[in-house]
T-cell receptor
Framework: GESVGLHLPTLSVQEGDNSIINCAYS??????FIWYKQESGKGPQFIID?????DKRQGQRVTVLLNKTVKHLSLQIAATQPGDSAVYFC???????????FGAGTRLTVKP | ETGVTQTPRHLVMGMTNKKSLKCEQH?????MYWYKQSAKKPLELMFV???????ENNSVPSRFSPECPNSSHLFLHLHTLQPEDSALYLC???????????????FGPGTRLTVT
């Protein structure tokens, strides 16, 4: 069936470097994509979203890129900080649909 | 704080017990969700409620029974669970997507459930 998956289960970066977390999706009908961050002992927290009619969206220190041609989503974190250490999930869903599908998650570790 | 609270935060129960998980949202949302998060597995959607009506049940075993008395509260009643049901159970809420807007889901901290 259609699913959302992550390329890398773990990512380790040096503090101050930029991080890139990737996600592949297979449902070409998906309209909406979200990145969530989950710290230990907490629920997922919204970071940034993007609609399918866009290919880039920027937030504070984060940028999401969407490549619909290859069904690829990425999250870029600038100047990664220790507080960015967490598991990052991508999620997809379709317009007017409650069913949000999540990827497996990537664990980001920031080394001081 | 996300505006979604869950109690208890930790629960240990035997396979013959009956317990309930509670979720409350203070965001004025009309949609609420239960998810299961197991180790090394993606978040699994279990149930969806829109305006107190259940709109989705993702083939969840009947030993899990949801209840949504109003748009702010959601319960998950548990009975005769199995050890493989041990997981983090997350509640979320969102605006009602039927209105035609994209939305994000706001998650609670979860209940860590251990079935012995």
């Amino acid at each position: 069936g259609e699913s959302v998956g992550l390329h890398l289960p773990t990512l380790s970066v040096q503090e101050g470097d930029n991080s890139i977390i990737n996600c592949a999706y297979s449902n070409s009908a998906s309209d909406y994509f979200i990145w969530y961050k989950q710290e230990s002992g907490k629920g997922p927290q919204f970071i940034i979203d993007i609609r399918s009619n866009m290919d880039k969206r920027q937030g504070q220190r984060v940028t999401v890129l969407l490549n619909k041609t290859v069904k690829h989503l990425s999250l870029q974190i600038a100047a990664t900080q220790p507080g960015d250490s967490a598991v990052y999930f991508c999620a997809e869903n379709m317009f007017n649909n409650n069913d949000m599908r999540f990827g497996a998650g990537t664990r980001l570790t920031v080394k001081p | 704080e996300t505006g979604v609270t869950q109690t208890p935060r930790h629960l240990v129960m035997g396979m013959t017990n009956k317990k309930s998980l509670k979720c409350e949202q203070h965001l004025g949302h009309n949609a609420m969700y239960w998810y299961k998060q197991s180790a090394k597995k993606p978040l699994e959607l279990m149930f969806v409620y829109n305006f107190k009506e259940q709109t989705e049940n993702n083939s969840v075993p009947s030993r899990f029974s949801p209840e949504c008395p109003n748009s702010s509260h959601l319960f998950l009643h548990l009975h005769t669970l199995q050890p493989e049901d041990s997981a983090l159970y997350l509640c979320a809420s969102s605006q009602d997507p039927v209105r035609g807007t994209f939305y994000e889901q706001y998650f609670g901290p979860g209940t860590r459930l251990t079935v012995t």
